[in-house]
């Protein structure tokens, strides 16, 4: 089995073959960074796999493809032609409209790449999988996602009615990007001079205006969400909870709080004590939603401050208990 840098490396050679009429071994083991040696290994594999390369030796001799000859594969990279055929179509893609190109790049990396480097893709494909959702979290059922993701592409106007029933309103956006976070897909748009996120399941109707916008030039999607995730993080924390966590606590902080906040407090904590617990100082939206999180981590948690906070935890757990007695 072919390992993963050397089927890449092999189409990278396919690659740099089609683009010259003839190179020297000494050119393409420079042009792709290897020995003259490795270079000869590599030709002679893809000998064995049936591409049509010939070698003159001699002086002026070299390597070259059978005229006539190409991969078809004209606009990848080396990388993305093994990645391609390794992921297949992820269901976020058919979900944007894209499974249709996707399978055609599929189809195409399929019938040209050799068999060892298309085992090499199959190999991949059979350890590494996206799964985006949570556990125990269904994905959201946007009805206009493929809707909103044309008007994307296509740089268009699109009015949405956006909301819940009994609670809409009709916005006329400049759709500038989409974001999947743990399967639920965002709109980033722009509006009256401002950037926003909508939840595009609760865009119950979109018609694209066939009237093209320009895009900011300053705009990067990537860096805009991820300076927009921190600012809004930041927003919800508004009360300070100190609490001590046990060893499995401090395991399951992640999953009461979310993994970013949980890794901000848990990078501040004070060493354990001698008994293995932490304390933390955790930044929360507010008592009443704290209580209710840190609930999850059960007989992991105490609540040392605010008050407040330690008052309603017992509460709830009381409560619980007398339920259940």
Same mark, same amino acid.
């Given at each position: 089995?072919?390992?993963?840098m050397?089927?890449?490396?092999?189409?990278?050679l396919?690659?740099?073959?089609?683009?010259?009429?003839?190179?020297?071994?000494?050119?393409?083991?420079?042009?792709?960074?290897?020995?003259?040696?490795?270079?000869?290994?590599?030709?002679?594999?893809?000998?064995?796999?049936?591409?049509?390369?010939?070698?003159?030796?001699?002086?002026?001799?070299?390597?070259?493809?059978?005229?006539?000859?190409?991969?078809?594969? &004209?606009?990848?990279?080396? %990388?993305?032609?093994?990645?391609?055929?390794?992921?297949? *179509?992820? $269901?976020? =893609?058919?979900? /944007? @409209?894209?499974?249709?190109?996707?399978?055609?790049?599929?189809?195409?990396?399929?019938?040209?790449?050799?068999?060892?480097?298309?085992?090499?893709?199959?190999?991949?494909?059979?350890?590494f999988?996206?799964?985006?959702?949570?556990?125990?979290?269904?994905?959201?059922?946007?009805?206009?996602?493929?809707?909103?993701?044309?008007?994307?592409? &296509?740089?268009?106007?699109? %009015?949405?009615?956006?909301?819940?029933?009994?609670?809409? *309103?009709e $916005?006329? =956006?400049?759709? /500038? @990007?989409?974001?999947?976070?743990?399967?639920?897909?965002?709109?980033?748009?722009?509006?009256?001079?401002?950037?926003?996120?909508?939840?595009?399941?609760?865009?119950?109707?979109?018609?694209?205006?066939?009237?093209?916008?320009?895009?900011?030039?300053?705009?990067?999607?990537?860096?805009?969400?991820q300076?927009?995730?921190a600012?809004f993080?930041?927003?919800?924390?508004?009360?300070?909870?100190?609490?001590?966590?046990?060893?499995?606590?401090? $395991?399951? =902080?992640?999953?009461?709080?979310?993994?970013?906040?949980?890794?901000?407090a848990?990078?501040?904590?004070?060493?354990?004590g001698?008994?293995?617990?932490?304390?933390?100082?955790?930044?929360?939206?507010?008592?009443?939603?704290?209580?209710?999180?840190?609930?999850?981590?059960?007989?992991?948690?105490?609540?040392?401050e605010?008050?407040?906070?330690?008052?309603?935890?017992?509460d709830?757990?009381r409560?619980?208990?007398?339920?259940?007695?």
């Amino acid at each position: 089995m072919l390992d993963h840098m050397r089927a890449e490396r092999l189409v990278a050679l396919l690659f740099t073959l089609q683009s010259r009429r003839s190179a020297t071994i000494a050119e393409l083991a420079d042009a792709l960074e290897v020995s003259e040696r490795t270079m000869h290994r590599d030709i002679a594999a893809l000998q064995a796999t049936g591409v049509p390369i010939w070698t003159e030796q001699g002086r002026g001799g070299g390597v070259r493809l059978v005229d006539g000859w190409r991969t078809r594969l &004209d606009g990848l990279t080396s %990388r993305e032609a093994v990645a391609i055929f390794a992921m297949g *179509v992820p $269901r976020a =893609l058919a979900d /944007l @409209g894209l499974g249709t190109a996707v399978s055609a790049a599929h189809a195409k990396v399929s019938a040209t790449l050799p068999a060892p480097l298309r085992d090499q893709a199959q190999h991949v494909a059979q350890r590494f999988h996206l799964d985006a959702p949570g556990w125990f979290k269904r994905a959201d059922e946007a009805e206009h996602l493929a809707d909103v993701a044309r008007a994307v592409w &296509d740089q268009h106007q699109v %009015r949405v009615t956006y909301g819940r029933a009994g609670n809409t *309103v009709e $916005r006329v =956006l400049d759709p /500038l @990007g989409l974001v999947l976070k743990a399967g639920v897909w965002y709109l980033v748009a722009r509006v009256d001079g401002s950037i926003r996120t909508y939840r595009v399941s609760r865009i119950t109707g979109a018609d694209d205006l066939d009237t093209r916008f320009d895009r900011p030039t300053d705009f990067d999607l990537a860096t805009w969400w991820q300076q927009s995730s921190a600012e809004f993080e930041r927003s919800l924390q508004r009360v300070t909870v100190r609490v001590r966590l046990s060893p499995v606590g401090v $395991r399951a =902080l992640p999953g009461a709080i979310g993994p970013d906040l949980a890794s901000q407090a848990l990078a501040q904590a004070t060493p354990p004590g001698q008994d293995g617990w932490t304390e933390v100082d955790l930044g929360l939206e507010s008592q009443d939603v704290a209580a209710g999180q840190l609930l999850t981590l059960g007989v992991e948690v105490e609540i040392l401050e605010p008050e407040a906070v330690r008052v309603a935890f017992a509460d709830a757990a009381r409560r619980m208990w007398e339920r259940h007695r």
